[in-house]
């Protein structure tokens, strides 16, 4: 069964840089899906932030690329997130999730998410 | 302003047939599979359907996806309580470069 776990701090000042880590489970990063970040401001609706493969091939959105890096650490097994120069608006709930490659479009499995504020 | 239409809502009594549509372009659904997620009040997002009309395991067949142009559909037959959460619809835009999600559908049993 695959799990994802997100973790980090629930609380970031404004123009620091907000890290998440997401732990996989049942489910080697090294096999053929890709990985990606998905956010949710309170009460509004999805907002994709990237994805990659464990290889180093990534996508980003536009609107976040100048300040967005996703990793992914095959020894542990985990994907990260860092966004730097944060503002309020970057508050949300972030996802992690796996990402089927291409042609497919699905993400399958979602982390349960987890909840940062940036406030000072 | 999401690039995929949804209705913000859509309602129907116990038992009865729901119908969700998304509306995008020839960038997007027109050129990509659709993905269908549902999200339960205080959740995460779940797969619903993949590649238009697929099924992930464990998903019942009363819910069903199809797609025609640049428009998508998701059908939830023999409402129950349980179904009343938020819809999503997403895809990649090829021009854009970006992956997409509509604007959401809040289905509300009555």
């Known amino acids: 069964q695959v799990q994802l776990q997100e973790s980090g701090p629930g609380l970031v000042k404004p123009a620091e840089t907000l890290s998440l880590t997401c732990s996989v489970s049942?489910?080697?990063?090294?096999?053929?899906?890709?990985w990606g970040w998905i956010r949710q401001p309170p009460g509004k609706g999805l907002e994709w932030i990237g994805h990659?493969?464990?290889?180093?091939?990534?996508y980003y959105n536009p609107s976040l690329l100048s300040r967005v890096t996703i990793s992914v650490d095959t020894s542990k097994n985990q994907i990260s997130l860092r966004l730097s120069s944060v503002t309020a608006a970057d508050t949300a709930v972030y996802y992690c999730a796996r990402r089927a490659g291409a042609p497919h479009q699905d993400f399958d499995y979602w982390g349960r998410g987890t909840l940062v504020t940036v406030s000072s | 302003q999401s690039v995929l239409t949804q209705p913000p809502s859509v309602s129907a009594a116990p038992g009865q047939k729901v119908t969700i549509s998304c509306s995008g372009s020839s960038s997007n659904i027109g050129d990509n599979f659709v993905s269908w997620y549902q999200q339960l009040p205080g959740t995460a997002p779940k797969l619903l359907i993949y590649?238009?009309?697929q099924r992930p395991s464990g998903i019942p067949d009363r819910l069903s996806g199809s797609k025609s142009g640049t428009s998508a559909t998701l059908g939830i037959t023999g409402l129950q309580t349980g179904d009343e959460a938020d819809y999503y619809c997403?895809?990649?835009?090829?021009?854009?470069?970006?992956?997409?999600f509509g604007s959401g559908t809040k289905v509300t049993v009555l």
């Open positions: 997403g895809t990649w835009d090829s021009s854009l470069n970006t992956y997409v």
């Open positions: 049942g489910y080697s990063v090294t096999n053929t899906y890709y």
């Open positions: 990659m493969f464990h290889t180093g091939s990534s």
């Open positions: 590649d238009n009309n």
